[in-house]
């Protein structure tokens, strides 16, 4: 469920209608509801009651300081994986016993920053990494809470490019290794050994991959406590799938992953983390855009819209479907007709949907993306000389650009001469 429906013949975020935000902005532009954001935190944060639990919110997905600042207020702990990451959830007034610190290649300055700011957890990928922290934080006089982060070799039956639990992926360490590398762990004084971290993947639709991995970890955690070790907090990662089709997509719902941790892995009494990232945010937030010209080509119509791959690429890098709805609702048995929805950028990647079925559109029209809060303003680029897009928070009524869209002068300017030209 979100806070993006039609009234009066119009598409509204919570109770501002799109087109007044059109008309303020300019297009294109994402537009998140605060509304959506705290309902799906709940919804994860209900559905580990009666554990000790923190939701730490995968600020990849979408990463504005306003997104940060609405959630961290609601009680979310964050799960950074860059130094900048990190800083940004500072900045939102996160405090550093609620920011986990994950990623298969932390630097030392990364590694420093968290360590002299305060950090409730390093999820170590790799022995080296466990080294460097440990040198780190002897040097600084600190011990390094620490979990590991296992890779239980289960298909996640997602995306290839999405995908981390296989031994093939590049993540974690393999879970058949993980005594040796815990009792190298538990050796270094730098660090203390307070647990295990998985991730199996994003966008996952089914809840079997997630109960193969988290029986593992139930099972490591007897084996590492029997090895002398005190696990007590278990980090499992996001990955849970959103609808991003109306019509016929139901990725099982937050309460009963809730349900199968509980299942899994309640028996230890650990505390459990989660790390949601998409299901947070994903739906909701919009891209909105206007139709610049309709063309017709052979035997196909296009839709060229003012918003591009840059602007957000999961379609292009990872045939991803978003519905793509008019933001003037349709009257009602009005008759659709296929559209080929691309942007301007000069790629046919740039292509958005194929043979889509929208209403009749004319230029000037706005159309808005669905399901494009996570992963969109975060992985957009200004290729092509494109401005990023303004984001646009929503809170009831009220509305707030809270990221501005540069000028040109602004990008123009980022670039220096050397004194040679
Ligand atoms: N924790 C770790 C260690 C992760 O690598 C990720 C996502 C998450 C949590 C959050 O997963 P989520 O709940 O969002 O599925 N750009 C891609 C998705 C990349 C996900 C990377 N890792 C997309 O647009 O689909």
């Given at each position: 469920?979100?806070?993006?429906?039609?009234?009066?013949?119009?598409?509204?975020?919570?109770?501002?209608?799109?087109?007044?935000?059109?008309?303020?902005?300019?297009?294109?532009?994402?537009?998140?509801?605060?509304?959506?954001?705290?309902?799906?935190?709940?919804?994860?944060?209900?559905?580990?009651?009666?554990?000790?639990?923190?939701?730490?919110?995968?600020?990849?997905?979408?990463?504005?300081?306003?997104?940060?600042?609405?959630?961290?207020?609601?009680?979310?702990?964050?799960?950074?994986?860059?130094?900048?990451?990190?800083?940004?959830?500072?900045?939102?007034?996160?405090?550093?016993?609620?920011?986990?610190?994950?990623?298969?290649?932390?630097?030392?300055?990364?590694?420093?920053?968290?360590?002299?700011?305060?950090?409730?957890?390093?999820?170590?990928?790799?022995?080296?990494?466990?080294?460097?922290?440990?040198?780190?934080?002897?040097?600084?006089?600190?011990?390094?809470?620490?979990t590991v982060r296992v890779?239980?070799?289960?298909?996640?039956?997602?995306?290839?490019?999405?995908?981390?639990?296989?031994?093939?992926?590049?993540?974690?360490?393999?879970?058949?290794?993980a005594?040796?590398?815990y009792?190298?762990?538990?050796?270094?004084?730098?660090?203390?050994v307070i647990g295990i971290d998985v991730?199996?993947?994003?966008?996952?639709?089914?809840?079997?991959?997630?109960?193969?991995?988290?029986?593992?970890v139930?099972?490591l955690t007897?084996?590492l406590?029997?090895?002398?070790?005190?696990i007590?907090r278990l980090d499992l990662?996001?990955?849970?799938?959103?609808?991003?089709?109306?019509?016929?997509?139901?990725?099982?719902?937050?309460?009963?992953?809730?349900?199968?941790?509980?299942?899994?892995?309640?028996?230890?009494?650990c505390?459990?983390?989660?790390?949601?990232?998409?299901?947070?945010?994903?739906?909701?937030?919009?891209?909105?855009?206007?139709?610049?010209?309709?063309?017709?080509?052979?035997?196909?119509?296009?839709?060229?819209?003012?918003?591009?791959?840059?602007?957000?690429?999961?379609?292009?890098?990872?045939?991803?479907?978003?519905?793509?709805?008019?933001?003037?609702?349709?009257?009602?048995?009005?008759?659709?007709?296929?559209?080929?929805?691309?942007?301007?950028?000069?790629?046919?990647?740039?292509?958005?949907?194929?043979?889509?079925?929208?209403?009749?559109?004319?230029?000037?029209?706005?159309?808005?993306?669905?399901?494009?809060?996570?992963?969109?303003?975060?992985?957009?680029?200004?290729?092509?000389?494109?401005?990023?897009?303004?984001?646009?928070?929503?809170?009831?009524?009220?509305?707030?650009?809270?990221?501005?869209?540069?000028?040109?002068?602004?990008?123009?300017?980022?670039?220096?001469?050397?004194?040679?030209?």
């Open positions: 469920m979100d806070h993006f429906l039609y009234s009066d013949g119009a598409l509204y975020a919570e109770d501002v209608p799109i087109s007044e935000i059109a008309a303020a902005v300019g297009t294109p532009f994402y537009v998140y509801s605060t509304a959506t954001l705290l309902r799906h935190f709940q919804l994860f944060d209900d559905a580990l009651d009666g554990m000790d639990h923190l939701v730490c919110y995968a600020m990849k997905a979408a990463s504005n300081q306003a997104i940060l600042k609405t959630l961290a207020q609601a009680g979310a702990g964050m799960d950074v994986v860059s130094g900048g990451e990190y800083l940004r959830a500072r900045a939102a007034g996160v405090p550093g016993d609620k920011i986990v610190f994950s990623g298969v290649g932390k630097t030392a300055d990364e590694i420093h920053a968290a360590l002299s700011g305060g950090i409730r957890q390093f999820n170590v990928e790799s022995e080296p990494e466990m080294e460097v922290i440990n040198a780190i934080a002897l040097e600084l006089g600190v011990v390094a809470p620490i890779n239980p070799d289960v298909d996640a039956k997602t995306h290839a490019k999405i995908a981390t639990g296989k031994s093939e992926n590049k993540f974690g360490i393999p879970i058949t290794r005594s040796e590398v009792a190298h762990a538990a050796s270094l004084p730098g660090l203390e991730h199996i993947g994003s966008q996952l639709t089914e809840l079997e991959p997630f109960e193969l991995a988290y029986t593992k139930a099972e007897e084996k406590r029997s090895e002398g070790h005190n007590r990662g996001g990955g849970l799938g959103i609808p991003y089709t109306r019509a016929n997509d139901a990725p099982p719902l937050p309460v009963e992953y809730g349900a199968l941790i509980k299942k899994t892995l309640g028996h230890l009494g505390e459990i983390e989660i790390e949601p990232g998409r299901l947070i945010a994903g739906n909701a937030g919009l891209m909105v855009s206007k139709v610049i010209y309709v063309k017709s080509g052979e035997g196909r119509d296009f839709l060229i819209l003012d918003g591009a791959m840059n602007d957000l690429i999961r379609p292009a890098m990872y045939e991803a479907h978003h519905d793509i709805v008019a933001v003037q609702e349709p009257a009602p048995g009005v008759e659709q007709q296929p559209y080929d929805i691309v942007g301007p950028v000069c790629e046919s990647g740039d292509t958005f949907a194929k043979e889509r079925n929208m209403p009749p559109l004319s230029p000037g029209d706005l159309v808005a993306f669905r399901s494009a809060g996570a992963y969109g303003a975060v992985m957009s680029s200004e290729y092509n000389t494109r401005p990023l897009i303004p984001e646009v928070l929503v809170h009831r009524d009220q509305f707030a650009v809270i990221r501005e869209r540069p000028s040109f002068d602004e990008i123009i300017n980022r670039d220096t001469i050397p004194e040679w030209l």
